[in-house]
Structure formats: structure tokens, C-alpha cells
């Protein structure tokens, strides 16, 4: 197997040679790669709410921003500054530590688990044993920050919005959760790293979505219940619920609730890249055209290129499904509540278990083509 | 168990049926993507308003001559004519009138029915104030003429999609002399077989 | 002392500072809304305790199963049955407070006899860390099946009680003797599978 580069191993040992003891060097390295993902999950969601905002504008013969920098590109900047100056508003009655703990507590969970989020084979802040498990736990989470938000602001629509957000959320959790149950039993791991590897080797055809063509429209699903956005966005549908648990809050408040959601968004697409459409891995198999080009695979200059190109190709995927998110946003229509709860629990929730039992079998019977 | 089966089997069926309207609402979706964007970017860009275009009433004093009738056809009797009888020369003296735009549908019966042609509608849209009682228009104001938007050197005249040359569906950027599609209203009364009375009134007309 | 030694000291007690506060919090605060909340911040610094002792798997099973899942339902249903309401003092109250007291002394007791007799000497056997899944799957299914089987079983038993509760349409307003409105009912359709209608009246629809 490639091993690609070892960007940790190459930096830890520059520093030893500069002098320092490799215990220092390892702690130097630790926020690095923290930093790093912080500020990329950032910037993606500059990326996804200009893509919002233009897509959807297109979807709608419209122009979207365009005053905003080079073709409306700073649009995103421009509102997170307005919600930065806004003044922070606590309603009177509203519970004040709970008002402000709530946001806090459904974005933390988002960014941690870009942790287990890998962008190369080496290119993960932790590979961790529990990996894709960690992520479905800490999306857990979220509902009771939602929960503390929509109680606390004191509101009968934000409170309805908080329960609303937290039983769609835990409904679809577990059709999601057996979907990638689903995936993890043909890798034999829970390690993202360990997933996108058996998928590799035959590109595109290796991928997922061809042996797990249902969990994979599941998992898609229950992802966008998880994101709230259309058509399950109904904790904070405003013909409904004014903004639901987001009603009363303002300023950076209510921008760390936008910032969770697109994040989210954005998690969502990168874990469907890495279950179902092959990760890092190139449509054509990297290792068969060096082997064509008579290339070694292990030469310097060779493995930054993959490495470049695992990067992109993530990112790539990854935004390719949110586009497909956005054009689904303006195509379905909202489902109302008790269809999103049917939906999830007499629908998703059998489908796969199916799924599950017959990803079962077929390892039984196939183990060569579903993990052995 | 076959009616069990059955009933799967049509489940299944439905769900499917469900996907497939779905990716078709999506196709439609994308379809538009690739759409011109309709947009009329508005303060600097506007369209020009077609003839017969309703916008704000316009009023001209002189004509007036305070018979009311305005008052009469209007749906909820609202221009409010202030006059008195000038017994010396047995004539109405008109004094004020007004109409108030927030309650104006600009229907236009009072424009219709004045017998004297004082009130006409002119291309004006933009009417918005900070306070409502500014709407309510004297006869000063609604003697202003509107500003045209084809003589305002800031914005971009932009023309309606009735008015484009045929097959054209973009205002941007047009040729200067481009010709509206079909006939001018002129042209179709040339073109109308002239019958021979008109004429006559015609010629004696000259 | 290395950093990482340092850093698993300081992890330690703040987690223990947490989850003691936490749960004085649960027991000691009026507002039963904050004490739930605060469940889940114990829980969640108990699934911390885990990562110390480098158990992830059973760290993250902690935030699943109670964090998002029990301390949920927990508020769930604090926020649905929210009815303000002043107790009814209760006679004799304070028998229930000293058996309370009681069994919590006793549990107290139980604990610390099994602190002061547990030998606390570390394991010589090597931690597992990735691969605790594997051990943790060989254990349910070799020396602890019956306890995992029982328990599956109970779970399945509550799925379908919760599934004969949630099938039962309405609930009857009126006790069994009383007389039933006929206008203020609301209507209730019997539930059948379609296959049974089908076979009871088969030329229906034709």
C-alpha cells in the first residue's frame, strides 16, 4: 500500500535536527494540523455560503451578490462582519447562561469532529481507532444545545423549533448510523483511513455507492434531517415557526447557529465522500497509471502530487454534494412534521436494516467483493 | 402472505415513482441554472414603463373644472375637490384637490371619465416616503411632471419584453434604432383598408 | 513529569471538578430543567474519564447512548410535561426522605467497602486502545452472551411495547360508563391492512 507522505514524521525530524528534543518537536507539531483544519473549516464556509447564495440565484434566474468583492465573493465576509458588530441581544425573561451556553454547544461538537475527517493518508489530525463512530457521537450532541437554545429563549416557536430539531435529529440519527454501520462492516473498521483504503484500488469502480447504492441515498438523507436544511428544515421553518430555536437570538449568537449549520453542511458532504465515494482516491486509480507510466510510486515528487490531488479530489467531492444539496433546497418542497417523522422511522429505519442484513450476507457469500 | 407481498411490492413501487419525480424536479432545477438571469438590477437599470402604464395620477389645475366626477366613478370616492361657487361669474372656483396615493388602487376610472382631460396617469412607480401622510398628494404635487427614465443620465433605460425585437428575450445592450417585433399601432392603421367615409372626413378635416 | 503526564493531571481534574459539581448541581439545584442539563455535562465528563483511561470506543459509546440519547429523552420530557404546579404537602413526608437517605447511605457504604477492598494495582497486561473494539465484540459474544442477549431482548421488548402504544390511535376523553358526546368526538378510522379490506369486501371497487 502507498503510504503517500508523513508530513508529521518529516517535520518532527527537521526539528530534531534544528536541536530540539522530540518531545518538543511532537508538541510543536500538535496544533499545527489543528490550525490548519480550524482555519479551512472556516474558509469553507465563505465557499459554501457564496455557492448558497450563487447557486441558488441561478436556480432562480437570478444574479446573486455581486457588489461584494469579485463577483460577490466577500458576500459571506461582509454578513459575518455585520453579525460580528450587531448588538448582542438577551431577551429579558430569556434563562442568560443557557441563552448564551446553547450555540456554543451545537457548533463545538461540528468542529471536533473534523478530527476524524482524513484529506490523504496521512493527512488526518487523528486517526483514531473509533474513528467514524466519534463523529456519530458527537452529532449527538447537537440536540441539546438546540434544546437549551429553544428553551431558554423564553419562546413558544423557539421552544417548539428546539423540540422539533431534536426529535428530527435523534430520528434520523439512527437510519444514519446503520448506514454506516452498513459500510463499516465490509471495511472491518471504524478508521476513516481504514474505509477509504478498501475502497481503493480499482478507482471509481471501487468505490462505495456501487456495493452500498441505497445506503448511500440513506445516509444522504439522514444527513440533510441532521443539517436541517430543505427539505427537513422544518425546526426553523419561518411560515411556521418565525426561526424556531434561532428566533431570538441576534448578533454572534445567532452567527455561531449559521456558521454550525454550514459547517455541518460541509462535514456531512466530506463523511458521504469518504463512506461512499472513495475519499482521496482519484476516479482512476493512481497506482495503475504510474505502473503505466513506469513511474515509481514511492518518488518524492510523485507522492505530493497525489497528495495534492487527494486533497482536491476530497474537497471536490465534497462540493459537488453541496451543490446537490442547494439544488435540492430550491426542488423539494418542506415535508411537514409528522411525514418527516414517518419518513424517518417507517421508511429509513427499515430500509436499512435491510441494507444492513443483506451487506451482511453478501460479505458472507462474496467476501472477495464486500470485505472478507 | 400474496396480499403481504403485494402490498411491498406497491410500496416499493411508490418509492420509486417518489424518486423519480424527484430527479425530475431536479432536471428542471438544473435546467434553470443555465438560464439567462431575468434580473433588472433596479436603481441603476430600469425598465421603461409601456404607454399605458398606470403610475401616479397627474393633475392639471387650469382644467379643472370642479364637476366632481372624478369623485363619482371613484371606487371609494377619494380625490377631494375644495371649491366654491363664484356667484359674480355663476362658475364653480376650484381651491384644492388632492388624492391620496396610499389609498389609490390607480384604476384609472377617474382618468377615463374627466371631462375636461385634467387628470391623466403618468409613468411614475417610485412613490415611497417615510410617512404615509406624504402620500397624500395636493394639487401641487400631482401637477409635477415624472421624471423619464430614458432622459436620467444615472440609470440605464431598459426596454419591456413586449417592446424587444423579435427572438430577442435580452434589453442589454440593444442597437439603438432596433425595431419592436410585429407592427407599431401607426402601421396597422395604414395598412387598414381605408373605407370611404373616413376619407371624406378626412380630406375635409385637411 | 513529561507534558503529556502534566496534561492528563490537569484533564483529570478539571474533569473531576466537573463531573462532582455537575452532579452536586443535579441533586442540589430547584430548577429540574438545569438539572438535566447538567446530567449531560456529567456524562459527558464521565465519557472524558474514559478517554483518560484510554478507552475511545466506550468514551464515544457514552456520548451516543447518554448524552445523546438518554439526557435527551431526559428534557424531552421535562419540556413536554412542563406544568408548573405547587406540591401538596405531604403528610408524613419525611419517612420517604429518610428511606431516601438511607439507601443512598447504604449505596455509599457498598462503594466505599468496594474502594477500600479492590486491590488498585495497575494491570500488567498492555491497554488495547484501537483494538478495544474487536476485544470489546470477542467478550459480547463468548463470556458475556447472555448478559448481551438479555439485554438485546429487553430491547426488543420495549420496541414493540413502544410500537403497541404509538399504533393506538386516541386515547378515550370519557371514562367507560360516562355517555359520549357524539359531537365532540373526534374521528377515528379503524386500522386495517389494506390485503384484509381487500379480502373482506373483494368487488368493492369495481
Not at chain 1, 161 to 183: C, K, N, W
Given at each position: 500500500m502507498n503510504q503517500g507522505i508523513d508530513l508529521q514524521g518529516s517535520f518532527i525530524r527537521a526539528m530534531v535536527d534544528l536541536g530540539l528534543s522530540p518531545g518538543v518537536a511532537k508538541t510543536l507539531w500538535l496544533p499545527l494540523p489543528m490550525v490548519v483544519i480550524l482555519v479551512a473549516a472556516t474558509v469553507s464556509i465563505f465557499v459554501t455560503v457564496w455557492l448558497e447564495r450563487k447557486i441558488s440565484a441561478a436556480a432562480q434566474q437570478r444574479i446573486g451578490p455581486e457588489y461584494a468583492g469579485p463577483l460577490g465573493t466577500l458576500q459571506a465576509a461582509a454578513d459575518g462582519i455585520k453579525l460580528i458588530f450587531k448588538e448582542d441581544i438577551t431577551p429579558a425573561k430569556a434563562d442568560p447562561w443557557l441563552f448564551t451556553l446553547g450555540p456554543a454547544i451545537v457548533v463545538i461538537p461540528v468542529f471536533l469532529s473534523f478530527l476524524i475527517v482524513p484529506f490523504g493518508q496521512n493527512m488526518v489530525i487523528t486517526d483514531i481507532g473509533v474513528g467514524i463512530f466519534l463523529w456519530i457521537a458527537l452529532s449527538?450532541?447537537?440536540?441539546?444545545?438546540?434544546?437549551?437554545?429553544?428553551?431558554?429563549?423564553?419562546?413558544?416557536?423557539?421552544?417548539?423549533?428546539?423540540?422539533?430539531?431534536?426529535?428530527?435529529?435523534?430520528?434520523?440519527?439512527?437510519?444514519?448510523?446503520?448506514?454506516?454501520?452498513?459500510?463499516?462492516?465490509?471495511?472491518?473498521?471504524?478508521?476513516?483511513?481504514?474505509?477509504?483504503?478498501?475502497?481503493?484500488?480499482?478507482?471509481?469502480?471501487?468505490?462505495?455507492?456501487?456495493?452500498?447504492?441505497?445506503?448511500?441515498?440513506?445516509?444522504?438523507?439522514?444527513?440533510?434531517?441532521?443539517?436541517?436544511?430543505?427539505?427537513?428544515?422544518?425546526?426553523?421553518?419561518?411560515?411556521?415557526?418565525?426561526?424556531?430555536?434561532?428566533?431570538?437570538?441576534?448578533?454572534?449568537?445567532?452567527?455561531?447557529?449559521?456558521?454550525?449549520?454550514?459547517?455541518?453542511?460541509?462535514?456531512?458532504?466530506?463523511?458521504?465522500?469518504?463512506?461512499?465515494?472513495?475519499?482521496?482516491?482519484?476516479?482512476?486509480?493512481?497506482?495503475?497509471?504510474?505502473?503505466?507510466?513506469?513511474?515509481?510510486?514511492?518518488?518524492?515528487?510523485?507522492?505530493?502530487?497525489?497528495?495534492?490531488?487527494?486533497?482536491?479530489?476530497?474537497?471536490?467531492?465534497?462540493?459537488?454534494?453541496?451543490?446537490?444539496?442547494?439544488?435540492?433546497?430550491?426542488?423539494?418542497?418542506?415535508?411537514?412534521?409528522?411525514?418527516?417523522?414517518?419518513?424517518?422511522?417507517?421508511?429509513?429505519?427499515?430500509?436499512?436494516?435491510?441494507?444492513?442484513?443483506?451487506?451482511?450476507?453478501?460479505?458472507?457469500?462474496?467476501?472477495?467483493?464486500?470485505?472478507? | 402472505m400474496l396480499g403481504f407481498l403485494k402490498q411491498v411490492g406497491d410500496y416499493a413501487k411508490e418509492s420509486f415513482q417518489a424518486a423519480k419525480y424527484i430527479g425530475q424536479g431536479l432536471s428542471v432545477t438544473f435546467d434553470h441554472m443555465s438560464r439567462r438571469p431575468v434580473t433588472v438590477q433596479y436603481p441603476y437599470e430600469k425598465l421603461i414603463p409601456s404607454e399605458r402604464y398606470r403610475g401616479r395620477i397627474h393633475f392639471e389645475f387650469d382644467k379643472c373644472i370642479s364637476c366632481e366626477v372624478c369623485v363619482r366613478v371613484c371606487p371609494i370616492n377619494l380625490p377631494v375637490v375644495d371649491w366654491d361657487f363664484d356667484k359674480a361669474s355663476k362658475k364653480k372656483n376650484l381651491k384644492h384637490y388632492s388624492i391620496d396615493f396610499g389609498v389609490c388602487i390607480f384604476c384609472g376610472n377617474c382618468v377615463e371619465y374627466c371631462p375636461t382631460n385634467c387628470l391623466s396617469m403618468t409613468e411614475e412607480y417610485e412613490l415611497a416616503s417615510y410617512d404615509r401622510h406624504e402620500l397624500n398628494y395636493d394639487n401641487v404635487a400631482l401637477g409635477r411632471l415624472p421624471y423619464k427614465v430614458t432622459q436620467d443620465p444615472m440609470v440605464t433605460p431598459l426596454r419591456e419584453l413586449a417592446y424587444l425585437p423579435k427572438g430577442v428575450l435580452d434589453p442589454h445592450d440593444l442597437p439603438a434604432n432596433s425595431r419592436r417585433a410585429g407592427k407599431l399601432p401607426q402601421e396597422i392603421l395604414d395598412a387598414m383598408p381605408q373605407d370611404p367615409e373616413a376619407a371624406e372626413a378626412k380630406e375635409a378635416k385637411d | 513529569m513529561t507534558l503529556s503526564e502534566g496534561v492528563q493531571l490537569v484533564a483529570f481534574g478539571l474533569l473531576a471538578v466537573m463531573m462532582l459539581g455537575g452532579a452536586l448541581g443535579v441533586v442540589l439545584l430547584e430548577n429540574i430543567v438545569y438539572s438535566a442539563f447538567l446530567l449531560g455535562g456529567v456524562f459527558l465528563s464521565m465519557s472524558g474519564m474514559f478517554i483518560l483511561l484510554n478507552a475511545g470506543f466506550v468514551a464515544a459509546a457514552q456520548v451516543l447512548v447518554y448524552v445523546g440519547a438518554v439526557s435527551v429523552l431526559i428534557l424531552f420530557g421535562i419540556m413536554l410535561v412542563n406544568k408548573q404546579q405547587p406540591f401538596l404537602p405531604v403528610k408524613s413526608a419525611w419517612i420517604g426522605k429518610v428511606a431516601t437517605g438511607a439507601v443512598c447511605a447504604g449505596l455509599f457504604a457498598l462503594l466505599t467497602a468496594t474502594v477500600l477492598k479492590t486491590s488498585w494495582a495497575f494491570s500488567p497486561e498492555m491497554p488495547v486502545g484501537d483494538q478495544a473494539i474487536v476485544e470489546i465484540g470477542k467478550h459480547f459474544f463468548t463470556d458475556y452472551l447472555l448478559a448481551f442477549e438479555l439485554a438485546s431482548v429487553l430491547l426488543l421488548i420495549a420496541l414493540i411495547g413502544a410500537i403497541v402504544l404509538a399504533r393506538r390511535e386516541l386515547i378515550p376523553d370519557t371514562l367507560p360508563g360516562e355517555e359520549q358526546s357524539e359531537a365532540l368526538q373526534l374521528p377515528e378510522r379503524p386500522r386495517q391492512l389494506v390485503s384484509s379490506v381487500a379480502a373482506n369486501a373483494p368487488d368493492t371497487d369495481t
Open positions: 449527538s450532541i447537537a440536540p441539546i444545545g438546540l434544546l437549551m437554545a429553544g428553551y431558554s429563549s423564553n419562546n413558544k416557536y423557539s421552544l417548539l423549533g428546539g423540540l422539533r430539531a431534536a426529535a428530527q435529529s435523534i430520528s434520523y440519527e439512527i437510519p444514519m448510523a446503520l448506514a454506516v454501520l452498513a459500510v463499516v462492516l465490509m471495511s472491518n473498521s471504524l478508521s476513516t483511513i481504514d474505509i477509504v483504503n478498501q475502497q481503493s484500488g480499482y478507482g471509481i469502480l471501487g468505490w462505495n455507492i456501487w456495493r452500498q447504492p441505497a445506503g448511500f441515498l440513506i445516509f444522504w438523507i439522514a444527513a440533510l434531517a441532521e443539517c436541517e436544511r430543505l427539505p427537513f428544515d422544518l425546526p426553523e421553518a419561518e411560515e411556521e415557526l418565525v426561526a424556531g430555536y434561532q428566533t431570538e437570538y441576534t448578533g454572534m449568537k445567532f452567527g455561531l447557529f449559521y456558521v454550525g449549520s454550514y459547517v455541518n453542511l460541509v462535514l456531512s458532504a466530506l463523511i458521504v465522500s469518504i463512506l461512499y465515494l472513495g475519499g482521496w482516491e482519484f476516479p482512476v486509480s493512481v497506482t495503475w497509471i504510474s505502473g503505466l507510466l513506469g513511474i515509481s510510486e514511492t518518488a518524492p515528487w510523485l507522492q505530493v502530487i497525489t497528495a495534492a490531488i487527494g486533497i482536491m479530489m476530497t474537497v471536490f467531492k465534497a462540493y459537488a454534494l453541496v451543490f446537490i444539496a442547494i439544488l435540492l433546497r430550491w426542488t423539494v418542497p418542506r415535508v411537514r412534521i409528522d411525514q418527516l417523522l414517518d419518513f424517518g422511522w417507517k421508511f429509513l429505519l427499515p430500509v436499512s436494516l435491510v441494507n444492513l442484513l443483506l451487506t451482511a450476507a453478501l460479505k458472507l457469500t462474496f467476501p472477495m467483493a464486500f470485505g472478507g | - | -
